[in-house]
């Protein structure tokens, strides 16, 4: 199993990026996906998830409005499309897929914004 995300960088407070994770390794249709995020110091948080299907998405607070979790079955990935981004935006960003019980992460993509 191989979640490999990518698509992080430096930018500045209002710019925009888009990360994708490329799975291989299982059924990534039958999977539920996610991004999760974390900065220096603190514990790992939600960002956003989409439904096998991508019927349906979900937001933390402060994802909602400004990024938008998609993803693409026959291409095995998932994307974070993140617009007008804040500095408290910094750290880094990693892939999740679950199908109960299973769950996988990927490696991590280093998102950092500058004031």
């Known amino acids: 199993v191989q979640l490999q995300a990518s698509g992080g960088g430096s930018v500045q407070a209002g710019d925009s990026l888009r990360l994708s994770c490329a799975a291989s390794?299982?059924?990534?249709?039958?999977?539920?996906m996610g991004w999760f995020r974390q900065a220096t110091g603190k514990e790992r948080e939600f960002v956003a998830a989409v439904t096998w299907s991508g019927g349906s998405t979900y937001y933390s607070d402060s994802a909602k409005g400004r990024f938008t979790i998609s993803r693409d079955n026959a291409k095995n990935t998932v994307y974070l499309q993140m617009n007008n981004l804040k500095p408290e935006d910094t750290g880094v960003y990693y892939c999740?897929?679950?199908?109960?019980?299973?769950?996988?992460w990927g490696q991590g993509t280093l998102v950092t914004v500058s004031s």
């Open positions: 999740n897929a679950v199908r109960f019980p299973s769950a996988y």
């Open positions: 390794g299982f059924t990534f249709s039958d999977y539920g």
